[in-house]
Every structure is written in C-alpha cells, then in structure tokens.
C-alpha cells in the first residue's frame, strides 16, 4: 500500500513543468533556453508556505519555544496562515491569526475551516489604538503559551528553503540549472533557494544567476513601496529574511504585465496560479528571450510558482475586476499602473 501517514509527509517535492507557447520564442519554445516552472500549489495547502510552516514550527518545539498545547499566533491571512493552521492542527496546537477588515471574507473562512481562529481588526484606526492591528497581535503573542513565528525574521523560513526547496531544484535538474527567478516577499524563497544553488554550482566552478522579480514601487527593485496590486510579493521595508548578496539582478514587473500572464499561464499553460506567479513567470520569459538572442539554448531557467489561481477568481480572472484598474484581461496588456488610473 501507498499512503502517507499525516498530510504534513506531503509537503514538498513538487514537479517541475516546462512552459511552451507562453515564452514566445522565435522557432518555439524548441528554439530557447528549457524554462521549467516549479509548481508550489501542489503542496497540501496549496502554496510554497507549507515549506516554512513546518520548519518554522519544528524549530520552535525543538528550542522549547512552543510548548504542547501552546498558541501560535501571526498578523496573516495568506498562505503562511494556511500552512500555519495546517501544520498546527495535525500537531495539536492552537492558531490565531489576526488580520485587518479588508481582508476578503473567503480568506478568513479557509483559515477557520482548518480549526484556526481569526481576529479581525479595523482598519481605520490609528496604529497605536489598543484595537489596531499591530496591538492586537502583540497582545495576543505576549500571553502565556503563545509563540509568534513572524516570517519576516525568523531564520527558518530561508533555511527551509535551503533545506528543502534548493536541493529539489538541483537533483531534479541533475545540475544543470543556470538560471532561478524568483519573487521576493519576506524573501525567504529566494534567500534560501538561491544560496543553495550557488553553493552547489561553485563547488563545481560553475555559476548559477539568481534573479528577483519584483513589482514595480516596491523596495527590492529600488521603490518606495509605491502601492501595487500584486499579493504576497514586494515590500516597503527590509525584511531580516532577505539576503542582498544572492539576487545577481531583480527585474521589476508591472501589475498590467503580471495580470496579463497570470491569464495567459492559465489559458495557454493550464497553469492555474496567483498573481505572483504570472509576474514570476513574466520575468522569466524575458530572462529566456535574452538568453535565446545570444544562442544560449543550452541555458535552464527554474521559475518557481508559489500558489494557486483559486484565491484569485474574483480579482486576477475577473474581467471586471481588471477592468476596474484598467487592466486589459487578454494577452496585450496595456501598461497602465494603478497611479495612473
Ligand atoms: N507569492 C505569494 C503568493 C506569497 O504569498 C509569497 C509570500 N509572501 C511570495 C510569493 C513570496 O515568497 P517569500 O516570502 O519567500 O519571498
């Protein structure tokens, strides 16, 4: 029989698929580089987050910083909640998230139905009112048995990318990669991933480029944290979990350009994903065009995609929703930004 015992031994392991018609090389995708796209929704919860989740929370319990029945409590509502939950259930702990009002609805019910609780706080007040956001998590995290794993610092969450997400990448290329784009939100993946394969590639005098991609107004590719409408990606601070010495080059991605490819990957690919992905995927391309005019064939570009195109059916592949922001909804994206609109 084949079976694994808790869905937490499901974690990891994702496929790498090759992207076709979507990188628009002149002869076909046969004429470029091999773009291979590591697909991170098929992680049992349904994004590369379950990766840190498990390290994070093994950590804790190794350092005695959880405790058996403790809480975990973090400010999110995205995929890191979901792995969060996840991973908690099967262990035995509590979660609480605590996530501002406008956060969708949906979002909120995915975390609830894993077992977590959630917390939801107004916006409109000040960030020092007792009931803001920023307060409630840090109340909530100052009691006893409680434990906030904040993915924005905690080491883990590189390292488990280091660990896990790297090596796959590396066997499953049996080494041949030469080029990794990737997103950065807290920039964990990248970080972790990247110095990985850099390691593994000097050890044989070799070289692997590791490229950022980044929305643009966001800090990594020089912003201000200019506000953009891609999820999970971007910053407008530092986070602990970056490392400035890996990325060789960050390219910046427009929302209209993200959304457009995002469409594309699901109608052109079957690659349902997120947004992130389409703007990962977006950088990807241009990395494979470039290589494919200087006659680097030979080249393999890895694009990791962290999430699923399901928590983004109303927004990304809604027409109106695109059209509200002015975003075209088929492959010719116009390229207004939402500063513009
Ligand atoms: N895409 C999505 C949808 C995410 O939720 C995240 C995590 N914030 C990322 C990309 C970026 O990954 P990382 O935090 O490891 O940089």
């Known amino acids: 029989m084949q079976y694994a015992n808790s869905v937490l031994d499901l974690i990891g392991n994702t496929p790498l698929v090759r992207l076709g018609r979507t990188l628009d090389l002149e002869g076909g995708a046969e004429g470029g580089p091999l773009v291979?796209?590591?697909?991170?929704?098929?992680?049992?919860?349904?994004?590369?987050?379950?990766?840190?989740?498990?390290?994070?929370?093994?950590?804790?319990?190794?350092?005695?910083?959880?405790?058996p029945g403790g809480t975990i409590v973090e400010p999110t509502s995205g995929n890191t909640g979901v792995g969060l939950a996840m991973v908690a259930q099967q262990k035995g702990y509590k979660c609480v998230f605590v996530c501002p009002d406008k956060v969708s609805?949906?979002?909120?019910?995915?975390?609830?139905?894993?077992?977590?609780?959630?917390?939801?706080?107004?916006?409109?007040?000040?960030?020092?009112?007792?009931?803001?956001?920023?307060?409630?998590?840090?109340?909530?995290?100052?009691?006893p048995g409680a434990w906030k794993p904040n993915q924005y610092a905690n080491p883990h969450n590189p390292r488990s990318h280091y660990e896990t997400t790297g090596p796959e990448i590396w066997e499953q290329t049996e080494g041949r990669i030469t080029h990794f784009v990737c997103g950065m939100g807290t920039g964990g993946t990248i970080s972790g991933v990247g110095r990985y394969l850099k390691?593994?590639?000097?050890?044989?005098?070799?070289?692997?480029?590791?490229?950022?991609?980044?929305?643009?107004?966001?800090?990594?590719?020089?912003?201000?944290?200019?506000?953009?409408l891609v999820e999970g990606v971007?910053?407008?601070?530092?986070?602990?979990?970056?490392?400035?010495?890996v990325a060789d080059r960050v390219i910046e991605v427009s929302d209209a350009d993200s959304f457009a490819f995002t469409r594309r990957l699901a109608r052109e690919e079957a690659l349902l994903v997120g947004g992130s992905c389409g703007m990962a995927a977006w950088a990807a391309r241009q990395v494979a065009q470039e290589l494919a005019a200087e006659g680097r064939t030979d080249a393999v570009v890895v694009v990791l995609l962290p999430d699923s195109g399901r928590g983004y059916l109303s927004k990304i592949f809604n027409d109106e929703w695109l059209a509200q922001y002015g975003f075209a909804s088929g492959a010719e994206a116009d390229h207004r930004t939402v500063g513009e609109v």
């Not at 971007?234 to 010495?245: A, H, K, L, S, V």
Request: proline share 6%.
């Open 105 to 143: 609805v949906d979002k909120r019910n995915v975390l609830r139905a894993y077992g977590a609780e959630v917390v939801v706080c107004p916006t409109a007040v000040a960030p020092e009112h007792p009931d803001s956001y920023y307060n409630v998590s840090d109340r909530l995290a100052s009691e």
């Open 199 to 228: 390691e593994q590639a000097a050890k044989e005098g070799r070289e692997v480029q590791v490229i950022g991609a980044d929305p643009a107004g966001s800090v990594y590719s020089g912003g201000t944290g200019r506000p953009y």
């Open 36 to 67: 291979l796209a590591k697909v991170e929704y098929l992680n049992p919860g349904g994004s590369v987050k379950d990766r840190i989740a498990t390290r994070m929370i093994e950590a804790a319990e190794a350092s005695g910083e959880l405790q």
């Open 234 to 245: 971007g910053e407008d601070f530092w986070p602990e979990t970056y490392d400035r010495t």
